[in-house]
């Protein structure tokens, strides 16, 4: 019943900058959370930076000071601004909500994901 479409995602050489959003929509009556999370071949998920509707954010140490996460819960949207990225950030980049609709029922959901590639 939610949908997340991630965009943005790109090809971007070392010390660049790269700006990925995620738009939700379906049957939401409110965000509780939203956040990004990414995935390089071979690895595990990771988390990259969530933000509360209330407006606190965290930061995987990797990224902290060169990424900075957004929302606007109006809209339903979040944003990732990505500065001076690294080839270690190489990954997919996945958006991820937790979602609370007009019945009270809270679930869980992913983006299908947007490529970002860094170049040495």
């Known amino acids: 019943q939610v949908q997340l479409v991630e965009s943005g995602g790109g090809f971007v050489q070392a010390g660049g900058s790269l700006r990925v959003s995620c738009a939700a929509s379906?049957?939401?009556?409110?965000?509780?959370?939203m956040g990004w999370y990414r995935q390089a071949p071979g690895k595990q998920r990771e988390l990259v930076a969530t933000?509360?509707?209330?407006?606190?954010?965290n930061y995987a140490d990797s990224v902290k000071g060169r990424f900075t996460i957004s929302r606007d819960n109006a809209k339903n949207t979040v944003n990732l601004q990505m500065n001076s990225l690294k080839p270690e950030d190489t990954a997919v980049y996945y958006c991820?909500?937790?979602?609370?609709?007009?019945?009270?029922?809270?679930?869980?959901?992913w983006g299908q994901g947007t490529q970002v590639t860094v170049s040495s």
């Open positions: 991820n909500a937790d979602t609370t609709n007009y019945y009270g029922t809270v679930a869980n959901y």
């Open positions: 379906g049957s939401i009556f409110s965000i509780n959370a």
């Open positions: 933000v509360t509707s209330g407006g606190r954010t």
